[in-house]
């Protein structure tokens, strides 16, 4: 068995020296992942992605034209019965020594001594079940802001978080217990960043509970293949060839080789067990190693299949036979299973051949296949990967 790669844990010695304030940005990402705030800002390791980059870009723009914040007045730009200007001061940074963390804001909009910081981000915010709702990383962060803004004399009662994907505003309050919350994590990301260990994966992962349903999904594609053909197919095409020894021994390979799938497929299960209870690198190295071993077994059955086994089936089955073969699975399938069998089965297809696969099953099927399941099945792998 090749050795697995270990991911070296950092020792003390090797970390660069802690900057003396933790910037608010920071506090985001110890609030989203500690593991990943560890790699970033006590490493030293950046890692750049699509979004943080395109976020990085928005801000060198937002950055362009930095403005002065004013001192906090309660008089300042407003006459008796008059209310006070409102001043919108850019890329603005202030620190805490109290907290020990620096934040740079994109946006703060005063009016005398009171300001409320407006954060410009990415992303979308997400669907909470009052309204939009800020992401628990964002919320830390924009916290961080208004506690600085509040250390160095200005009153702020909430912050702003302007989401450009969507150019959606969503205001939060700064309450105490989002103060409270935010100390603690502020803290927290200290004493991580002191103690020099990285801290372990993350025990509750979406994406390894997503990506392990999914799993569940693939599998049970799979029995379903190796029923039908070890229950019904392979019983009908047997009959045909007595005699032709050579042409029977290929079917008991088939038939063998899907007992030698049997093993791998549980190995998988397991893995992604461990990998839902633990994701971490170990367990994933692990589980895709037991993944790329049920892959190369069973594209060799496949090609088999293909290649050894169809051609002599096409030869003994009449049209007529394969035909009721078809119909008598797709009853088997029923509709709701049909539903998930055929996207799957396209996606990467040739378009020639789903176009060819898809002449077979009745229009109705067709029609909810190419509006309904196949765009449902899409929207679903295509959050597979997403954190
Ligand atoms: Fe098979």
Redesign the pocket.
């Known amino acids: 068995m090749a050795t697995l790669p270990i991911f070296p844990t950092p020792v003390a010695e090797d970390l660069r020296a802690l900057p003396e304030y933790l910037p608010a940005r920071m506090v985001n990402e110890f609030s989203y992942c500690p593991r990943l705030f560890f790699y970033e800002w006590v490493e030293g390791v950046f890692q750049e992605s699509a979004d943080t980059v395109e976020g990085a870009a928005q801000h060198r723009r937002v950055d362009e034209k930095p403005t002065a914040l004013p001192r906090p007045s309660p008089s300042q730009g407003g006459t008796p019965g008059e209310p006070a200007a409102v001043i919108h001061a850019r890329s603005v940074t202030l620190s805490s020594e109290r907290l020990r963390a620096i934040a740079k804001m994109d946006l703060v909009e005063a009016e005398g001594d009171r300001a409320t910081p407006v954060d410009y981000k990415h992303g979308s915010p997400r669907e909470g079940p009052d309204g939009l709702e800020l992401w628990p990383s964002d919320k830390a962060q924009l916290a961080v802001q208004g506690m600085v803004l509040r250390d160095n004399g200005y009153q702020c009662d909430e912050g702003i978080v302007y989401y450009r994907k969507t150019g959606q505003r969503v205001r939060v309050a700064l309450d105490v217990a989002l103060v409270a919350e935010t100390e603690a994590l502020i803290a927290q990301a200290w004493e991580v960043a002191e103690h020099g260990e990285i801290p372990p994966p993350l025990v509750d992962s979406p994406r390894a509970r997503r990506l392990g349903a999914h799993w569940e999904f693939v599998k049970e594609q799979l029995h379903h ?2 029923r039908i ?1 070890d229950e019904s197919f392979w019983p009908l095409v047997r009959p045909k060839l007595v005699g032709q020894e050579d042409e029977l021994a290929v079917l008991d390979e ?1 038939e063998a ?2 007992l030698t799938l049997e093993p791998k497929c549980q190995a998988v299960d397991e893995g992604f067990t461990s990998f839902s209870k633990q994701p971490g690198d170990l367990v994933g190295v692990e589980l895709s190693s037991h993944l790329d071993a049920l892959r190369t077994l069973l594209e060799v ?2 090609d088999d ?1 293909e290649s050894r086994c169809f051609p002599m089936v096409d030869e003994v089955l009449s049209v007529e036979e394969f035909e009721s073969f078809g119909k008598a699975t797709a009853k088997s399938i029923g509709i709701r299973g049909s539903a998930r069998f055929f996207p799957w089965i396209f996606e990467g297809a040739d378009p020639v051949e789903r176009k060819a696969v898809l002449s077979m099953p009745p229009p109705p099927v067709r029609i909810l296949c190419q509006h309904v399941w196949e765009p449902r099945y899409e929207r679903q792998v295509a959050t597979l990967w997403a954190e």
Do not use: G, Y
């Open positions: 293949h190796h053909e088939m080789q899907h059955h496949l299949e």
